[in-house]
């Protein structure tokens, strides 16, 4: 079955310690996403990237960092530096193309990071 | 000022009535439109997709675009309780070189029965 997986479903977080969250899709879209979702509130863009080895921040990008060595796979590490981080974090990922409807973004399952 | 609004709700019925969710947005250059529906804890997924003003239907849901008045709406007929969850709305638009989706808050729905 085509989709994306997030990995794990829960994860903690201890004080000054960086964590990787991990994205795979199978879908093969060029772009792919990662938003930041806190209670009662819309999703936050924190990076995307269209293509391989090649990443953009979005709204929210301090002290997340990404990497894209592969196509399928765009995993999110939260560093030391984002003093916040309890939150909901889902994947996503694209076609990209002129035509909007191929910016139909499909989500994974999200992974909930708590801290310790 | 949001690009998108949408209220938050929580929005409570009764099973069976038809409910009207909606969000509005203030910048013209918007030119497709969707809803996703999330449960709880569970990542949102694709419910409708609409281009142009005007309704367009599939099954039980109708998406309503409003581009002159900047309004979209999602309409849901003989609600039932597995429609309880948190409905997102979604406008794409023109970012530099790049298409970039932007959200509304989402509006809680729960369904009585």
């Known amino acids: 079955d085509g989709g994306i997986t997030q990995s794990p479903k829960y994860l903690f977080r201890k004080e000054g310690q960086n964590v990787t969250l991990s994205c795979e899709q199978n879908?093969?879209?060029?772009?792919m996403y990662w938003y930041r979702q806190d209670p009662g509130q819309g999703l936050r863009l924190i990076y995307y990237s269209q293509i391989v080895n090649d990443f953009q921040k979005g709204d929210i990008a301090e002290g997340y960092s990404v990497s894209r060595e592969k196509k399928e796979s765009f995993p999110l590490t939260v560093t030391s530096a984002q003093k916040n981080p309890t939150a909901f974090y889902l994947c996503?990922?694209?076609?990209?193309?002129?035509?909007?409807?191929?910016?139909?973004?499909?989500f994974g399952p999200g992974t909930r990071l708590l801290v310790l | 000022q949001k690009e998108v609004e949408q209220d938050p709700g929580p929005l409570s019925v009764p099973e069976g009535a038809i409910v009207s969710l909606n969000c509005t947005y203030s910048?013209?250059?918007?030119?497709?439109f969707m809803w996703y529906r999330q449960y709880s804890r569970k990542g949102p997924e694709l419910l409708m997709y609409?281009?142009s003003s005007g309704n367009k239907e599939d099954g039980r849901f109708t998406a309503q675009v409003d581009k002159s008045s900047k309004y979209i709406s999602l309409f849901i007929r003989d609600s039932q309780p597995s429609d309880s969850a948190t409905y997102l709305c979604?406008?794409?638009?023109?970012?530099?070189?790049?298409?970039?989706?932007?959200w509304g808050a989402g509006t809680k729905l729960i369904i009585k029965p």
């Open positions: 910048n013209s250059a918007f030119q497709y």
């Open positions: 979604a406008m794409t638009a023109v970012r530099g070189s790049n298409y970039q989706l932007i």
């Open positions: 879908l093969n879209h060029d772009a």
């Open positions: 609409t281009y």
């Open positions: 996503a990922s694209s076609m990209v193309g002129l035509a909007g409807d191929q910016e139909t973004q499909y």
